[in-house]
């Protein structure tokens, strides 16, 4: 597979792994998804590469058909990719139920992700969990909760997709145990890290973009560009 020379629709990079969907021959809309790095998890969506690739090799269904995907994202061990018809996909690990299909049963071919149907705009993958933006501006996640990442206080793992309490979002970045949204106004909301979602009042009206990692979050507006950090061996500019 020649990757330079053909258009890139999305690139993700997870734990051990990186996927990308890249156009097919002849310039068409359609985005073949390929994958490369380590598969203990099925992470590549390979079966026929139980002990990875250094090399990107093919993601496929269940029938062995190459996936067709038009955005992709990734976590610690598994991959998530919306596809064209608005519907999302999972595959990989999913022992805290980062799928989103109602099971915890690693799979390493694609498994639709229940309850929102063709409704998600984005999808943003953390270590072990998953959020969708959906039409409506809402957030949905589920996965790994014991820091409230996917939203929910009780800290237990949510098995399908569920609401944050999250409304009027445009744009959503998740880390290790961390999420957040951009709302219309430019407004920051943020989850995870044992809080429920709850407004960053200091960035209120003034977000541009925003980017998680593992212990710390930034914004960009106009003229700078702002962190908070969990970790003191962190700086930010």
Known sequence: MAVGVQPIGSIAAGGRHTCASISAAGGTSQFLVWCWGANDAGQLASPSSPSGKNMPVAAVDKAGVQLLGTTLSAGLGHTCMLKMDGTSWCWGSDTMGELGDGATAAASAPVQVAAIGTHARS?????????????????????????????????????????????????????????????T????????????????????????????????????????????????RVSCP
Do not use: K, M, Y
């Not at 969708?132 to 939203?151: I, R």
């Not at 009042?201 to 962190?227: H, K, L, P």
């Open 185 to 232: 106004g430019a407004r920051l909301d943020c989850w995870g890290n044992d809080a429920t979602v709850a407004e960053v009042t200091s960035r209120s009206g003034s977000v541009g973009a925003v980017a998680v990692g593992a212990s710390d979050r930034c914004t960009a507006s106009a003229s700078s560009v702002d962190c908070v950090v969990a970790n003191p």
């Open 123 to 183: 999808l943003a993958a953390g270590s072990h969990f998953t959020c969708a933006l959906l039409d409506d501006g809402t957030v949905s996640c589920f996965g790994q909760n014991d820091h409230a990442q996917s939203g929910q206080p009780d800290g237990a793992p949510v098995a399908v997709a569920t609401s944050v309490g999250l409304a009027g979002g445009t744009t959503i970045a998740v880390g290790a145990t961390l999420g957040c949204g951009r709302l």
